[in-house]
């Protein structure tokens, strides 16, 4: 089944981030794509550790190795990202027509009432 | 880190942009103080139990919150700035599973001008979406699931939807 699957993966990415090492290497690369050595950079954490650490983070599904020239970047997977940006998109699609709506009828209702808006 | 870099830093964010035929003391007031006139709270809620009311307290650092038939209040986030008829910027805390979660900080930014007396232009800007990046895995497991994100997913087109139909049809 690929429930027990899916349970099991998602219990790694929850323990990647479980670590706070791991946790910082994380928000770092939220941040901005970096190299190993960029993390290693701003953290006090040796090159090998960070590379451990982002290993870890990789095969959790959390972040995902790009090559740009020379350099491998890393940052997080962006199709999660994604995912929850469309969806919060959808909410404000829905969310700014229902309000629209309401504005509108009560600032009809308002002007055909003017009396009570001068009191 | 402080959290004010880590908010200079967010890039992934939602713009909208809405004309509103009301003029725009109003269209603050109905967004703010009527939140729950407008907001889809049906399937918008994080509480168990049926959503009643979603609250912005009009004050810097007030909160931002829901309550239950039950009584319960759950937050959503708080108040950063307060501009009454002109700009208010939300602090939006919640998860990928739709809970508060103090380590997700994402900032809702709604910005209200006149156009005349009785037209407003309302700008949203939802920003700070990268901090979904820690919760990416995870809230892919959820939309798998029928009762998940695909299920409310559903459940926007057919709101979209029918809000066009009556906007078409008025």
Same mark, same amino acid.
């Given at each position: ?20 090492? !791991? &946790?910082? @290497? ?7 794509? *970096?190299? %190993?050595?960029?993390? $290693?950079? !701003? &953290?006090? @954490? ?7 650490? *982002?290993? %870890?983070?990789?095969? $959790? ?59 | ?170």
């Amino acid at each position: 089944m690929p429930t027990a699957r899916t349970s099991a993966l998602q219990a790694r990415r929850f323990a990647a981030l479980g670590d706070p090492t !791991r &946790l910082q @290497v994380f928000t770092l690369i939220a941040r901005s794509p *970096l190299s %190993v050595a960029e993390v $290693a950079e !701003r &953290l006090p @954490v040796s090159r090998p550790a960070v590379s451990q650490h *982002l290993k %870890v983070l990789a095969d $959790a599904g959390l972040v995902q190795c790009e090559s740009i020239g020379t350099r491998n970047l890393y940052r997080p997977d962006p199709d999660g990202i994604a995912t929850m940006r469309d969806f919060i998109d959808s909410l404000w699609d829905v969310g700014l027509a229902r309000f629209k709506a309401h504005a509108e009828a009560l600032a009809r209702s308002r002007a055909a009432h003017p009396a009570k808006e001068k009191t | 880190m402080s959290s004010s870099s880590l908010a200079s830093a967010a890039r992934i964010a939602v713009r909208k942009s809405v004309t509103v035929a009301a003029p725009v003391a109003l269209a603050f007031e109905v967004f703010t103080a009527r939140i729950e006139s407008w907001w889809p709270m049906a399937s918008h809620h994080i509480g168990d139990a049926e959503c009643t009311a979603v609250v912005i307290e009009p004050r810097p650092g007030g909160r931002w919150y829901e309550r239950g038939v039950d009584g319960v209040e759950c937050l959503w986030g708080q108040v950063l700035v307060w501009e009454a008829g002109r700009r208010v910027v939300l602090v939006w805390q919640l998860n990928a599973q739709w809970e508060f979660d103090p380590a997700i900080r994402t900032e809702v930014e709604v910005s209200f001008t006149a156009i005349d007396d009785r037209t407003t232009q309302v700008e949203l800007e939802h920003r700070g979406l990268e901090a979904y990046g820690a919760e990416a895995a995870a809230m892919r497991d959820t939309f798998a699931s029928p009762n998940g994100w695909n299920g409310m997913l559903d459940h926007f087109a057919q709101v979209t939807g029918a809000t066009h139909a009556r906007a078409a049809a008025g």
